[in-house]
């Protein structure tokens, strides 16, 4: 799913398609507070170390770094887990596909829609082996130096 002209990114995982083999990509809402937005507005988090998982029958984001927003005074968790925002149907699909598959549910990126709301990109994904990263490379690495032979030759 690609960005329209009125969203903006404010944290992606880069890491992601490297280190895993993205199938599906889901959009999710976050349940956030306050000055938890404040802070995204300002493009001040972090979701590298940032994973996907079941508490209680719903989905949410843990380890995403939000840092707290200096101006207020009764401010957020840093780190705190924070329910993401889905239909019924998509949370039985995902689950069921991480139970049964062996798929990790992976956030892609924070950003803000038209509308303002802050979204998260999900990726159902499934974990690349050092072989798959290595073969991923050297293709990335022929297209290059395609690339570069075609331009030179005119």
């Known amino acids: 799913m690609a960005l329209r002209g009125t969203e903006r990114y404010v944290a992606q995982n880069r890491r992601a398609r490297h280190d895993y083999l993205i199938q599906d990509t889901y959009e999710a809402g976050i349940a956030l507070t306050g000055s938890e937005v404040k802070v995204l507005r300002e493009g001040k988090a972090s979701i590298a170390e940032a994973y996907a998982g079941d508490k209680d029958g719903d989905i949410f984001l843990f380890n995403a770094n939000i840092p707290e927003y200096p101006a207020a005074r009764f401010n957020h968790e840093p780190k705190r887990a924070r329910r993401l925002l889905l239909h019924k149907r998509e949370i039985n699909k995902l689950l069921g ?12 990126a924070i950003y803000f829609n038209a509308r303002g709301r802050a979204k998260l990109q999900l990726g159902l994904a499934k974990g690349k082996r050092k072989s798959d990263k290595r073969e991923a490379e050297k293709a990335r690495d022929w297209q290059r130096d395609k690339a570069r032979i075609m331009r030179d030759r005119g």
Request: glycine letters at 8%; a neutral charge; hydrophobic letters at 50%.
């Open 97 to 108: 596909a991480v139970t049964r598959d062996g798929m990790t549910l992976i956030p892609l």
